[in-house]
Nanobody, 117 residues
Framework: QVQLVESGGGLVQPGGSLRLSCAASGIIFNIYDMGWYRQAPGKQRELVAR???????NYADSVKGRFTISRDNAKNTVYLQMNSLKPEDTAVYYC???????????WGKGTLVTVSS
């Protein structure tokens, strides 16, 4: 059974930092591209950052220079370090695992990040 379990969300003041983690089980983690998406109230889910199975990364323009995605294949975990947080970063953040060869997607249940003073 595949599980992606996010953690690390919470309430933070503008300018603060959070680190999200996503622990994967039931997949061969190192062959999956991993990503973080977010969905704010009333908006569509959007890509925040992705890291391929080879370690290449890409980011949404809105988070470039503030967020960093990384992965630890030994721990089957992907991280999202979020710095200089803004109120517009408030959203539910979802972990995604994508197997390129089979076009298979898995999703976590999400973790809420609230940026507010």
């Amino acid at each position: 059974q595949v599980q992606l379990v996010e953690s690390g969300g919470g309430l933070v003041q503008p300018g603060g930092s959070l680190r999200l983690s996503c622990a994967a089980s039931g997949i061969i983690f190192n062959i999956y591209d991993m990503g973080w998406y977010r969905q704010a109230p009333g908006k569509q889910r959007e890509l925040v950052a992705r890291i391929t199975n080879g370690g290449s990364t890409n980011y949404a323009d809105s988070v470039k220079g503030r967020f960093t995605i990384s992965r630890d294949n030994a721990k089957n975990t992907v991280y999202l370090q979020m710095n200089s947080l803004k109120p517009e970063d408030t959203a539910v953040y979802y972990c995604n695992g994508y197997r390129p060869s089979l076009a298979i997607n898995y999703w976590g249940k999400g973790t809420l990040v609230t940026v507010s003073s």
